[in-house]
């Protein structure tokens, strides 16, 4: 028996003997003492615990079945419905230098080349749009709106593709928001830009502290005054990392955002008339 590939394992803070073990293929959450982890990561682990495990789908027979098995869960979703959805990771490139990017060792100027750019144009379409299947993609990154080149070629191919295809093409950003200007989502807009996501770690003193440009003058002006522009153009989904030592900050960034307008309710009272 093995562990499952599909695993995060997290201390517990306040329990050092024990490992948080939170399954992404179960959405399931385990805690375990430290000696029968160890039992598991060496081969070791028997009896009950072995067999509680396989239960629970933290032990499992085979790592590559069960790989081919989330490969045709995947498959098989996929399969079922007429809207073919796709994380596309554009680049690892970014303006910004997060004490906490998980990208840090691997962030650089790296760009997805034009190739696989039209591998996965002809893909989408040959795989999905001729037959009928309406697409969304979510460019992401690094910051993807750094690679604002290769975002318009595909999404330009796309977008015409779906007009010969009778389907529809959309796209959505998961960008740090720095970049992303009025001028530009209305330059996107008609390219298939419906949404993005952009993160917001707190008010300007919490959220500079964690997310710096490069440079390390701090981003939550820049990212505001853009979040301000363009939240009656498309639906943004504002997200945050918060822990125990900056969540009390989280109010104070709700009043920012309230102050500048940027409310739940904006985009849908901007685009009611077009539900
Ligand atoms: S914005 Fe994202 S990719 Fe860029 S440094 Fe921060 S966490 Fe990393």
């Not at 979703?77 to 998980?102: H, P």
Request: glycine share 8%; hydrophobic share 40%; aromatic share 8%.
């Amino acid at each position: 028996m093995r562990l499952s590939r599909y695993l995060k394992i997290y201390p517990c803070p306040d329990q050092p003997d024990q490992s948080l073990l939170y399954s992404t293929k179960r959405s399931a959450l385990l805690q375990l003492p430290e000696a029968t982890l160890q039992a598991v990561l060496d081969g070791t682990v028997a009896g009950a615990d072995r067999d509680a495990l396989a239960r629970l789908g933290f032990l499992v027979p085979d790592a590559e079945a069960e790989r081919l098995e989330m490969r045709d869960i995947f498959v098989n979703a996929n399969k079922s419905r007429r809207q073919f959805n796709a994380v596309v990771v554009l680049n690892l490139d970014c303006n910004l230098a997060c004490g906490y990017c998980y990208e840090d060792n691997f962030r650089g100027n790296f760009y997805m080349s034009s190739d696989t750019a039209e591998l996965l144009v002809e893909t989408v379409i040959s795989g999905h749009m001729e037959k009928g299947h309406d697409a969304l993609l979510s460019f992401y990154g690094g910051e993807p709106l750094l690679g604002i080149g290769l975002i318009k070629d595909i999404a330009g191919r796309l977008l015409a593709a779906a007009a010969r295809t009778g389907t529809k093409f959309s796209f959505s950003l998961v960008t740090n928001g720095t970049l992303l200007t009025r001028e530009l989502v209305q330059e996107l807009k008609p390219l298939g830009l419906t949404g993005a996501k952009v993160t917001l770690d707190g008010p300007r003193e919490t959220h500079d502290a964690s997310r710096p440009f490069a440079s390390g003058s701090g981003s939550f002006d820049a990212i505001l005054d853009n979040v301000a522009q363009i939240c009656d153009l498309i639906r943004l989904n504002l997200g945050g990392n918060f822990t125990r030592e900056n969540y009390r900050s989280f109010p104070a960034l709700l009043d920012c955002l309230a102050a500048r307008g940027v409310t739940p309710t904006r985009w849908l009272k901007c685009n009611s008339r077009r539900l």
